[in-house]
């Protein structure tokens, strides 16, 4: 905790301030390692006395630094095998977590791409939620993913009528938070659009030192993500198909089957597949395809991290994270990490690969490297920990309240006094004159 020990450390005369707060960390759900998992690992090592607080979590998919931590889960975790359809579980996600007990704690760090920001914490206790969205299936994504409701029309039905009840309860929820943080400037934007609340920058943290530019590139694109509608795997898929090309896939998710039958003799589908055998594609990749738009992206900075440049959509995090071309323009060694596709299609795909292929001798990894570097977990750890100092230096300051002398007491108590008799008087003399 040495990053942020500063934060405690204050001068004992400061007697209105708690000397060593009791931290809690909410996460939504913690059932396996992605992007957002990875960010609870670092704040559990910046907060190490920190308890954590989830919806669901399976202890089986914790990380070691997660695991030196007291966790507590809600009622729904308890539901037999509940992990396998959490999801439909999303109007009693409000109040389960409105159920977990957070009044022990001084200071609640709420971590949210799903819900976690809605518990109920104390009124003289500091709530600070790092937001990499408003929940985007509720939000700007609603509608595509109210197409692929499951079920049918009951099922569509379902789900709008649950999304008009969470989007009023995100709002209600969004108030009870003291400071916001985004993971991106593309996400700050959207917590003032849906919240209207302003949200501070720290971009997430990725731990380069896992990350080597690889000795050999061999001849395949790659997609690292869960495989989910909103990702837009299937642009992939079918511009490789179009292009010839050989893609590989790594994750898992409720469109493999979907992804699979539409998949080209050149597209191989690995599965959820381990750190190291990521990192190990990651090297010796063409390129990383990232179709979708996320709100920033960690695959494209480790892609980058190994040296290899990323063929993203222009819109979103990407256009902060990556330095892309679009096509037609002329890629510099020394200024561009990526290629860029404007339009969400295939053909708008096909072009951006075909434009790589043209100039990809230009692309240098140390370069590309070099600009990922800017995201390293050293640097999250020194900009969250001042944001969360500085906010909670300025919250209690606002709880502290002057003390008022006796004196101060007894002149504003003859001021009312005197003001009564003269209303009084002023009373008497009107009746008189009636």
Same mark, same amino acid.
């Given at each position: 905790?040495?990053?942020?020990?500063?934060?405690w450390?204050?001068d004992?005369?400061s007697?209105?301030?708690p000397r060593n707060?009791r931290?809690?960390?909410?996460?939504?759900?913690?059932?396996?390692?992605?992007?957002?998992?990875?960010v609870?690992?670092?704040?559990?090592?910046?907060?190490?006395?920190?308890?954590?607080?989830?919806?669901?979590?399976s202890p089986?998919?914790?990380?070691e630094?997660?695991?030196?931590?007291k966790?507590?889960?809600?009622?729904?975790?308890?539901?037999p095998?509940?992990?396998?359809?959490?999801?439909?579980?999303?109007?009693l996600f409000?109040m389960?977590?409105?159920?977990?007990?957070?009044?022990?704690?001084?200071?609640?760090?709420?971590?949210?791409?799903?819900?976690?920001?809605?518990?109920?914490?104390?009124?003289?206790?500091?709530?600070?939620?790092y937001?990499?969205?408003?929940?985007?299936?509720?939000?700007?994504?609603?509608?595509?993913?109210?197409?692929?409701?499951?079920?049918?029309?009951?099922?569509?039905?379902?789900?709008?009528?649950?999304c008009?009840?969470?989007r009023?309860?995100?709002?209600?929820?969004?108030?009870?938070?003291?400071?916001f943080?985004?993971?991106?400037?593309n996400?700050?934007?959207?917590?003032?659009?849906?919240?209207?609340? $302003?949200?501070?920058?720290?971009?997430?943290?990725?731990?380069t030192?896992?990350f080597s530019?690889g000795?050999?590139?061999? $001849?395949?694109?790659?997609?690292?993500?869960p495989?989910?509608?909103?990702?837009?795997? $299937?642009?992939?898929?079918?511009?490789?198909?179009?292009?010839?090309?050989?893609?590989?896939v790594?994750?898992?998710?409720?469109?493999?089957?979907?992804?699979?039958?539409?998949?080209?003799?050149?597209?191989?589908?690995?599965?959820?597949?381990?750190?190291q055998?990521?990192?190990?594609?990651?090297?010796?990749?063409?390129?990383?395809?990232?179709?979708?738009e996320?709100?920033?992206?960690?695959?494209p900075?480790?892609?980058?991290?190994?040296g290899r440049?990323v063929?993203?959509?222009?819109?979103?995090?990407a256009?902060?994270?990556v330095?892309g071309?679009?096509?037609?323009?002329l890629?510099?060694?020394d200024?561009?990490?990526?290629?860029?596709f404007?339009?969400?299609?295939?053909?708008?795909?096909? $072009?951006?690969?075909?434009?790589?292929?043209?100039?990809?001798?230009?692309?240098?990894p140390?370069?590309i490297?070099?600009?990922a570097?800017?995201?390293?977990?050293?640097h999250?750890?020194?900009?969250?920990?001042q944001?969360v100092?500085?906010?909670?230096?300025?919250?209690?300051?606002?709880?502290?309240?002057?003390s008022?002398?006796?004196?101060?007491?007894?002149?504003?108590?003859?001021?009312?006094?005197?003001?009564?008799?003269?209303k009084?008087?002023?009373r008497?003399?009107?009746?008189?004159?009636?």
């Amino acid at each position: 905790m040495n990053q942020v020990n500063y934060i405690w450390n204050r001068d004992s005369s400061s007697h209105t301030l708690p000397r060593n707060p009791r931290v809690a960390l909410v996460h939504y759900w913690y059932l396996r390692r992605r992007g957002g998992e990875r960010v609870l690992d670092v704040m559990a090592e910046m907060f190490p006395q920190a308890d954590i607080f989830t919806i669901f979590h399976s202890p089986v998919a914790l990380s070691e630094s997660v695991k030196r931590h007291k966790i507590s889960s809600s009622f729904l975790n308890r539901l037999p095998g509940v992990h396998r359809y959490y999801k439909m579980l999303m109007p009693l996600f409000p109040m389960a977590l409105e159920q977990l007990s957070l009044k022990d704690y001084d200071l609640v760090i709420s971590h949210e791409a799903g819900p976690s920001k809605g518990v109920l914490t104390r009124s003289d206790a500091c709530h600070i939620c790092y937001c990499h969205s408003p929940m985007r299936y509720l939000w700007d994504m609603y509608q595509e993913y109210l197409a692929t409701a499951p079920l049918g029309a009951v099922g569509k039905a379902f789900y709008a009528l649950s999304c008009h009840y969470m989007r009023a309860w995100d709002c209600a929820a969004a108030a009870r938070v003291d400071h916001f943080a985004a993971s991106s400037h593309n996400s700050a934007r959207r917590i003032r659009k849906y919240y209207g609340r $302003d949200a501070q920058v720290v971009y997430p943290p990725v731990n380069t030192n896992d990350f080597s530019i690889g000795d050999v590139q061999e $001849d395949f694109y790659l997609v690292v993500s869960p495989l989910v509608q909103y990702k837009r795997i $299937d642009l992939a898929i079918r511009a490789c198909n179009q292009l010839h090309a050989r893609l590989i896939v790594i994750g898992a998710g409720e469109q493999s089957a979907a992804l699979r039958k539409i998949a080209g003799p050149t597209v191989s589908f690995l599965g959820f597949q381990s750190d190291q055998v990521v990192r190990s594609h990651y090297c010796r990749c063409k390129a990383l395809l990232f179709p979708g738009e996320e709100d920033i992206g960690l695959t494209p900075i480790e892609a980058q991290a190994c040296g290899r440049p990323v063929i993203a959509y222009a819109r979103g995090g990407a256009l902060e994270s990556v330095l892309g071309i679009f096509p037609g323009e002329l890629a510099s060694g020394d200024a561009h990490t990526g290629v860029f596709f404007e339009q969400q299609s295939v053909e708008s795909l096909v $072009d951006a690969i075909r434009s790589f292929e043209s100039m990809k001798q230009f692309f240098s990894p140390p370069v590309i490297r070099a600009h990922a570097l800017q995201f390293d977990q050293a640097h999250f750890k020194r900009n969250f920990a001042q944001f969360v100092a500085a906010k909670w230096q300025a919250f209690n300051s606002n709880l502290a309240t002057p003390s008022v002398s006796r004196s101060h007491n007894h002149n504003a108590y003859e001021t009312v006094r005197v003001s009564h008799q003269s209303k009084e008087r002023s009373r008497e003399k009107s009746l008189f004159l009636l």
